[in-house]
């Protein structure tokens, strides 16, 4: 079960992927596991060498005691620091953001995907939209 972000892909050319590992409790591991969360909307922050992400969206564990997480809290991100390193120096530089973009399981753990993109012009939509319109309609097409 993974979940993906696919505005990020249209909205950013990623430029590197790095997988991070991520501090969870109990009841948000089991909700997606269930698949009740979402990333569309999550940004990813460096604040004094630490990174998390911000507004990822984590439902509510319905069958979890009354001590439930909050749905949109900061949560910490694991990654080495020659990692957070070059993510550091990738973002001071002019047009480069960190976004997430799918989260998935790897050996019981929870896993984020992040990118390194920089911002796409709306030239460069255009052409990602005409590029899809063409591979759809020659996939649908018969060769003889």
Known sequence: MEIKNKKAYFNYFIEKEIEA??????????????????????????????????????????EASINNHEVTRERKLLLHKKEIKTLLEKVKQEGYTIVPLKLYFKKDYAKLLIGIGKGKKIYDKRETIKKRDLERTNKGAWSI
């Open 21 to 62: 590992g991520l501090v969870l409790v109990g009841s948000e591991i089991k909700s997606i596991r269930n698949g009740k969360c979402n990333i569309n909307d999550a940004y990813i922050r460096i604040k004094n060498k630490e990174v998390s992400i911000i507004n990822m969206f984590i439902d509510t564990y319905n």
